[in-house]
């Protein structure tokens, strides 16, 4: 048996084993969506009976945990999160038992553990080398500071996780202890691209030139842009979120693969990103692909990092705009819908590089349910953001917007210039209330 295999039995425990370990005020932080330590998280609810006052970070879980999901957690086991998902919305909202962390995705490991240093951190892993390495596989968003940073290090191994080069690499001596839970990794559905979204993509991509450096969010007009780039050369890839889009452009030989083509990067010759979320095909691309790098996100997501790619491209997804700019992609109202993620960071990070863009795109509609359970027809680009909305992103730092009806740029416009460009891409149905609405609030002046 190699010195990996006898280290690595040393350390297995089983997932009851490791809840043991877990204590009244202990900071528990996990790794976030697919990296998630699936075995651990859904049993933990069952250490509530016995612990008080322990706090649990995730970041964009993928399933219903009973730990947040159950209203009885509550002082028990509470849970704060980075970026909500569809059953966190749930949760918050019946449950009460989880509450949103507003962070920029590049601060938000340091930032945890200035505010309560992780006692515990607990998330997957491959299996290890011959020497000994694991890779964290597909995310390092946060992960390798609290790696660095807790006092206990429990990781899940599975099988199937792709092995990923970068900072996701470490050695099982920084690892206490060891669970065994190889299942399937968790994979996004593909969006199909609608009209609009063609329309958006082919906007953005007009505007996107060869050798450009791309950052593409989350969410599904970003993967509409992605289609629209086929037929780019020397692109290169410096994002938050690696995506499925950024395999097709690779097949499609819209990505630098040789020493010529590479463009001034920051790291030369990798597609560099903090986390990766998709589908099957995505882990197999990633699995020992010496082209690509998950660096932590401190450092991927840092807007001075992002700033030295040259011609660096941000584009991201939002839910509502105002008519001076400000841009709200977390929440609907006071209701939060996910989170700021790294959408002000790479937005900053882009209009500081030489060249560099940033996009935010929108339909300029949205169905709103009701309570007679009919539906309504919003515009997303309105004269005030809905009371409770929370700014993503400043409207200092805004650079240009696109809806289906073309791109207009904010950046250095004065607030009279705003309301007429943005006006000029809101919905035609509603571009003569925004007018009246923009008079009456004196921003038209
Ligand atoms: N008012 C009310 N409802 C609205 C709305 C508005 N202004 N805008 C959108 N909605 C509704 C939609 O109708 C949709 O409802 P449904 O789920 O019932 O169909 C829902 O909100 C989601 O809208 P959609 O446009 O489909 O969202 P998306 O999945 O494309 O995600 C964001 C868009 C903005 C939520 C997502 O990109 C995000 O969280 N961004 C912030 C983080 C970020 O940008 N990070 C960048 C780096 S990865």
């Known amino acids: 048996m190699s010195a990996a295999s006898t280290l690595m039995r040393s350390k297995r425990i089983s997932v009851d084993e490791a ?15 697919a990296a998630e330590p699936a075995g651990f998280l859904a049993r933990l609810h069952t250490v509530a009976p016995r612990v008080g006052n322990v706090a649990v970070a995730t970041c964009l879980p993928m399933q219903a945990y009973p730990f947040y999901a159950d209203p009885a957690m509550r002082g028990h086991l509470d849970h704060d999160a980075w970026f909500f998902t569809p059953p966190v919305r749930k949760a918050h909202e019946e449950s009460g038992t989880t509450s949103y962390v507003p962070n920029h995705l590049h601060r938000a490991g340091l930032d945890r553990i200035a505010y309560r240093k992780p006692t515990m951190f607990v998330g997957t892993c491959t299996p290890p080398d011959r020497f000994g390495f694991v890779s964290l596989s597909l995310s390092v968003t946060y992960e390798r500071e609290m ?96 995506t499925d889009g950024m395999v097709d452009l690779f097949e499609a030989g819209c990505i630098a693969k040789t020493a010529h083509s590479f463009g001034n990067q920051v790291l030369t010759g990798k597609m560099v990103a903090a986390f990766a979320l998709g589908s099957k095909k995505l882990y ?54 996910s989170g700021t993620g790294g959408q002000a960071d790479t937005a900053v990070g882009a ?36 009371p409770g909305a929370n700014v993503t992103l400043h409207r200092a730092d805004v650079d240009y917007v696109v ?13 009279r210039e705003r309301v007429k460009r943005l006006i000029s891409i809101a919905h035609p149905d509603f571009r003569a209330w925004l007018q009246q609405e923009a008079d009456r609030l004196k921003l038209s002046a």
């Not at 809840?19 to 969506?33: M, T």
């Not at 309570?371 to 680009?381: F, N, R």
Request: negative net charge; charged residues 20%.
């Open 19 to 33: 809840l043991g370990k877990v204590q009244s005020n202990d900071s528990i932080v996990v790794a976030l969506a």
């Open 147 to 242: 790696v660095e940073a807790a006092d206990l290090v429990m990781l899940e191994v599975n099988e199937n996780l792709p092995r990923i080069y970068g900072d996701t690499i470490i050695h099982l001596d920084d690892v206490d202890f060891l669970m065994e839970n190889t299942r399937e990794v968790p994979t996004l559905p593909s969006t199909p691209i609608e009209q609009k979204d063609a329309l958006i993509g082919a906007s953005i991509a007009e505007m996107i030139a060869d050798g450009s450096t791309l950052q593409v969010g989350i969410g599904g007009i970003p993967n509409a842009v992605t289609a629209m780039l086929m037929g780019k050369r020397d692109l290169a890839i410096h994002t938050e979120m690696f």
């Open 284 to 337: 197999d691309f990633l699995h020992r692909n010496p082209a690509v790098a998950l660096m932590r996100g401190s450092w991927v997501n840092n807007p001075h990092t992002i700033a030295r790619n040259r011609k660096q491209v941000s584009i991201n997804t939002t839910l509502e705009v105002d008519l001076t700019g400000q841009v709200c992609s977390e929440s609907i109202g006071s209701r939060q819908f």
């Open 351 to 386: 209009q500081m590089s030489d060249g560099g863009k940033s996009f935010i795109a929108l339909y300029s509609t949205a169905q709103v349910k009701q309570p007679d359970g009919g539906c309504k027809t919003i515009s997303k680009i309105a004269p005030t953001l809905t």
């Open 403 to 415: 809806t289906e009806y073309g791109a207009v740029r904010l950046k250095g416009a004065p607030v």
